[in-house]
């Protein structure tokens, strides 16, 4: 069984452009959920998917980030317009359908905003 | 103050040695408390989890939570070069709150 993927694994691009991360959880699997870490802290969740409906986004910085999960598959982390602060790995993990107990994480994108 | 804390190292032990990672945390209410293990440049990987107080083992690995003490531990035995990792503590709260991760190194 394949598990979470994440595309692309490393990104680079100046303040003020546009990045788009994408994941595909383990097929099946309902929740699917955004975590990030930046440097020095520790791994923060950003929002959680049930299917293609946002369950909880509470933990997105502010409105330049966009999320989305079009037909309940792969999610789509679009951030717009990128600032410094925003650099660290984005991690992607998805569940089955319940409590969210056993999430499996993706290897990461590791995002530099230059 | 932090949800969750945990000392982020490193710690270095010898192979063979008994390894002791420890986290605390603030929110009586949580029920999940997971261990994570997560290699450089990779993902965490879920290593176990308890539900409410108690022990959980498997194999050289050894799960404990104190809910009077608000305190989860990892015991690691006879620990190997193959155990060096960052390892996070991260309970749930309808969501996954970490810990900040201990590097741990494990010298043959």
């Known amino acids: 069984e394949a598990g979470v993927t994440q595309f692309p694994s490393h990104s680079v691009i100046e303040k003020g452009q546009t990045v788009t991360l994408r994941c595909d959880p383990i097929?099946?699997?309902?929740?699917l959920y955004w975590y990030r870490r930046v440097m020095g802290k520790e791994i923060k969740f950003l929002l959680h998917?049930?299917?293609?409906?946002?369950?909880?986004e509470s933990g997105m910085p502010n409105n330049r980030f966009l999320a989305e999960r079009t037909g309940g598959t792969y999610s789509t982390l679009k951030v717009q317009p990128a600032e410094l602060e925003d650099s660290g790995v984005y991690f992607c993990?998805?569940?089955?359908?319940?409590?969210?107990?056993?999430?499996?994480f993706g290897p990461g994108t590791r995002l530099t905003v230059t | 103050q932090k949800e969750v804390e945990q000392d982020p190292g490193p710690l270095s032990v010898p192979e063979g040695a008994i390894v002791s990672l420890n986290c605390t945390y603030s929110n009586s209410a949580f029920q999940y408390f997971m261990w994570y293990r997560q290699y450089s440049r990779k993902g965490p990987e879920l290593l176990m989890y308890t539900y409410s107080s108690g022990n959980k083992e498997d194999g050289r690995f050894t799960a404990q939570v104190d809910k009077s003490s608000k305190y989860i531990s990892l015991f690691i035995r006879d620990s190997q070069p193959s155990d060096s990792a960052t390892y996070l503590c991260?309970?749930?709260?309808?969501?996954?709150?970490f810990g900040q991760g201990t590097e741990l190194s494990v010298k043959p």
């Open positions: 993990a998805s569940s089955q359908v319940g409590e969210g107990v056993e999430q499996y």
């Open positions: 097929s099946g699997h309902d929740n």
């Open positions: 991260a309970i749930l709260g309808g969501k996954l709150i």
């Open positions: 998917f049930v299917k293609e409906s946002k369950q909880d």
